[in-house]
């Protein structure tokens, strides 16, 4: 290994220490797991090249075609409101860079995740595997639909905004499982986080946010 390369490496455990510092545990992230797994996770992978410089900085980034990674506190607010324990099935809605997706592998048993630009996905894909991930399962397709042959799911994240939940990820969550998803309008919405006990789904909402578009069947129209 030459030293420019180790200094990089040491550089970029700093930052993230100290974005779970300032962005995460000073805005109230309690979850052991959740922060343990943001400490490791290289977010500066997940980012286009020109950014890297710019990878821990408290904001979401463009990816291409659009799309955006998630600001770190938003990613760790949703991934904390799931409760993961280790064994669940996760379904998530927006691969995007795959930033979330790793999480989601770190911190439970299985991720299901869909996207629909398929660029998006081959990208994250080949990336997830080159870091070792070997519990993601991707679908290119229109994730409004979920993935009925793979539910129940004990939580379900989505991170695009819709004008309310698709009807199709809320039967597909197991008894007992978290939901949570950014719902209102195209430019602005609430985090909304639904918890299911047989045919009653419990709703918490956690604040206002800004997310880009779900779309499809049950999302917006383009
Ligand atoms: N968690 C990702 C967020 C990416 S932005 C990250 O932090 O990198 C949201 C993603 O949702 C975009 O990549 C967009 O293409 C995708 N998306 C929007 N509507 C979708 C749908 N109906 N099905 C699957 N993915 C969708």
């Not at 199709?168 to 918890?195: C, F, Y």
Request: proline residues 5%.
């Amino acid at each position: 290994m030459n030293t420019k390369q180790t200094t990089t490496q040491i550089d970029y455990r700093l930052a993230r220490e100290r974005m779970v510092a300032n962005q995460l545990v000073r805005r109230g992230i309690k979850d052991k797991r959740v922060l343990e797994a943001m400490r490791s996770l290289p977010r500066d992978r997940f980012v286009e090249e020109a950014l890297i410089g710019e990878a821990y900085n408290d904001h979401p980034l463009p990816i291409g075609f659009r799309q955006t990674i998630s600001q770190p506190y938003m990613v760790a607010l949703m991934t904390e409101s799931l409760c993961l324990q280790g064994f669940e099935r996760v379904l998530e809605i927006g691969t995007g860079s795959g930033y979330q997706t790793a999480l989601l592998a770190k911190l439970a048993e299985s991720v299901y995740t869909i996207e629909r630009i398929p660029a998006l996905l081959d990208k994250a894909r080949v990336l997830l595997s080159s870091l070792g991930f070997t519990n993601i399962a991707y679908k290119a397709y229109d994730g409004t639909l979920g993935w009925p042959d793979r539910a129940p799911f004990e939580a379900v994240i989505v991170t695009a905004a819709g004008p309310s939940i698709p009807a199709p990820l809320l039967d597909q969550l197991a008894d007992g499982g978290r939901l949570v998803m950014p719902v209102g309008s195209r430019d602005g919405q609430e985090l909304v986080k639904i918890v299911r006990k047989g045919d009653e789904y419990i709703r918490h909402r956690m604040g206002g946010c800004r997310f880009v578009n779900l779309v499809g069947l049950h999302g917006w129209k383009e």
